[in-house]
T-cell receptor, first 115, second 111 residues
C-alpha cells in the first residue's frame, strides 16, 4: 500500500493568483498522477509526472496553466496558475502500486475555491 | 480504454445486498474490469478487479458475464458507510496505466 498526504487540504484564493499543491508519498514511486474533480463531476486526469522527465499533459491541460515539479521519487507539486473561478475543484494526486491488484492509491485531495 | 456505462444513482436498504451494474461492451481481451469507490470528501479507493472469472474479497464480489460485456459489483450486506460513488473502469492491467473515470453510480444506503 501507500500513504499519501497533500497540502494544503483546502484553500480559498483570489482570481489571478497561483496556488502550489504538494503531494508526499511514504515510498518511492516512479509515476505520479494529478487529477482534477470539478464540483459534482468525476475525476479527470491532468498529467502524469515522472521523476527526471517532463510531465505528460492530457488534452485540454497545458504546462503554463498547471506546471508540475517532480524533484524526487516521493514528492511532487502541482501549481494552478492565474486562477479563475472555473479552477475551483478538488485536486488529487495518485500513485500506482504494482502489487497483486495493480492499484492506484489516491491522496485525500486539495479543495480549492477561487473567488 | 473501453468506455463504461453505469446508472447514475441507486438506493439500497441497510443490510441488504447492493448490486451495481456496469456495461463495457467494447472491452478488449487484455483489459481488466476495476471497481473504485469515492466516499464523500475522500480520494477514490480500490475495491476489486477481475479479467474474466468472478472474484471475491473482503469488501465485495465481482461477477463478470461470460462475454465480458458487462459486470456487477455486489456488496453483500450494505452498511451506511458504503454510501459513495462507485466507479467501474476498464483498463489494461498494469498499474502504471491511467484510470479513466466515467460518471459512476451514486449509491445511497438507507436505514
Amino acid at each position: 500500500s501507500a500513504v499519501i498526504s497533500q497540502k494544503p487540504s483546502r484553500d480559498i484564493c483570489q482570481r489571478g493568483t497561483s496556488l502550489t499543491i504538494q503531494c508526499q508519498v511514504d515510498s518511492q514511486v516512479t509515476m505520479m498522477f494529478w487529477y482534477r474533480q470539478q464540483p459534482g463531476q468525476s475525476l479527470t486526469l491532468i498529467a502524469t509526472a515522472n521523476q527526471g522527465s517532463e510531465a505528460t499533459y492530457e488534452s485540454g491541460f497545458v504546462i503554463d496553466k498547471f506546471p508540475i515539479s517532480r524533484p524526487n521519487l516521493t514528492f511532487s507539486t502541482l501549481t494552478v496558475s492565474n486562477m479563475s473561478p472555473e479552477d475551483s475543484s478538488i485536486y488529487l494526486c495518485s500513485v500506482p502500486i504494482r502489487n497483486n491488484y495493480n492499484e492506484q492509491f489516491f491522496g485525500p485531495g486539495t479543495r480549492l475555491t477561487v473567488l | 480504454d473501453a468506455k463504461t456505462t453505469q446508472p447514475p444513482s441507486m438506493d439500497c436498504a441497510e443490510g441488504r445486498a447492493a448490486n451495481l451494474p456496469c456495461n463495457h461492451s467494447t472491452i478488449s481481451g487484455n483489459e481488466y474490469v476495476y471497481w473504485y469507490r469515492q466516499i464523500h470528501s475522500q480520494g477514490p479507493q480500490y475495491i476489486i478487479h477481475g479479467l474474466k472469472n468472478n472474484e471475491t474479497n473482503e469488501m465485495a464480489s465481482l461477477i463478470i458475464t461470460e462475454d465480458r460485456k458487462s459486470s456487477t459489483l455486489i456488496l453483500p450486506h450494505a452498511t451506511l458507510r458504503d454510501t459513495a460513488v462507485y466507479y467501474c473502469i476498464v483498463r489494461v492491467g498494469d498499474a502504471g496505466n491511467m484510470l479513466t473515470f466515467g460518471g459512476g453510480t451514486r449509491l445511497m444506503v438507507k436505514p
